[in-house]
């Protein structure tokens, strides 16, 4: 299960199962949204907070709206992992970046250990606690 949202620099037209996400602050670089956007901590909070239709999640304005997006004084280097998520096609780099995309946000939401196996069952098999304990 995973958030698929995408940043574009160019017109197009979608259809109305498309929520386009607009710069209202300029205190936010688009990329950087569009990495925490794709996450699994928002897709927990979306998961958990949004609507669903079983197991699928129902992306309307008032929960989009509501995500909690944490100002990053380093959003440079959110915008470079969006930049080689998006040119890399090598099935094993994509999945580091995507892994090294989550462990950026969990340190940018201050989460504890214990908060990131809740979020991600899997990253204890990945990392274990004394090296997520001194990243994050």
């Known amino acids: 299960k995973e958030n698929?949202?995408?940043y574009?620099?160019?017109?197009f037209f979608g259809s109305k199962d498309i929520a386009y996400i607009l710069p209202k602050n300029t205190d936010y670089n688009l990329k950087y949204i569009t990495s925490i956007l794709n996450s699994k901590l928002i897709y927990y909070w979306l998961y958990?907070?949004?609507k669903r239709k079983g197991e699928v999640l129902e992306l309307y304005a008032k929960p989009l709206s509501e995500i909690p997006?944490?100002?990053s004084n380093n959003q440079d280097l959110f915008v470079g992992l969006h930049d080689c998520?998006?040119?890399?096609n090598n099935?094993?780099?994509f999945e580091y970046l995507i892994l090294k995309?989550?462990?950026?946000?969990?340190k940018l939401y201050n989460l504890a250990y214990e908060e990131c196996k809740i979020i991600?069952?899997?990253i204890e098999k990945i990392f274990p606690k004394t090296f997520m304990s001194a990243w994050i």
Do not use: W
Not at 8 to 11: A, I, L, N, T, Y
């Open 4 to 6: 698929f949202f995408a």
């Open 8 to 11: 574009v620099d160019f017109s």
């Open 48 to 50: 958990y907070k949004g």
């Open 69 to 71: 997006i944490k100002q």
């Open 85 to 88: 998520l998006i040119k890399t």
């Open 91 to 93: 099935k094993q780099e």
């Open 101 to 106: 995309l989550n462990l950026m946000v969990y």
């Open 120 to 122: 991600d069952i899997n």
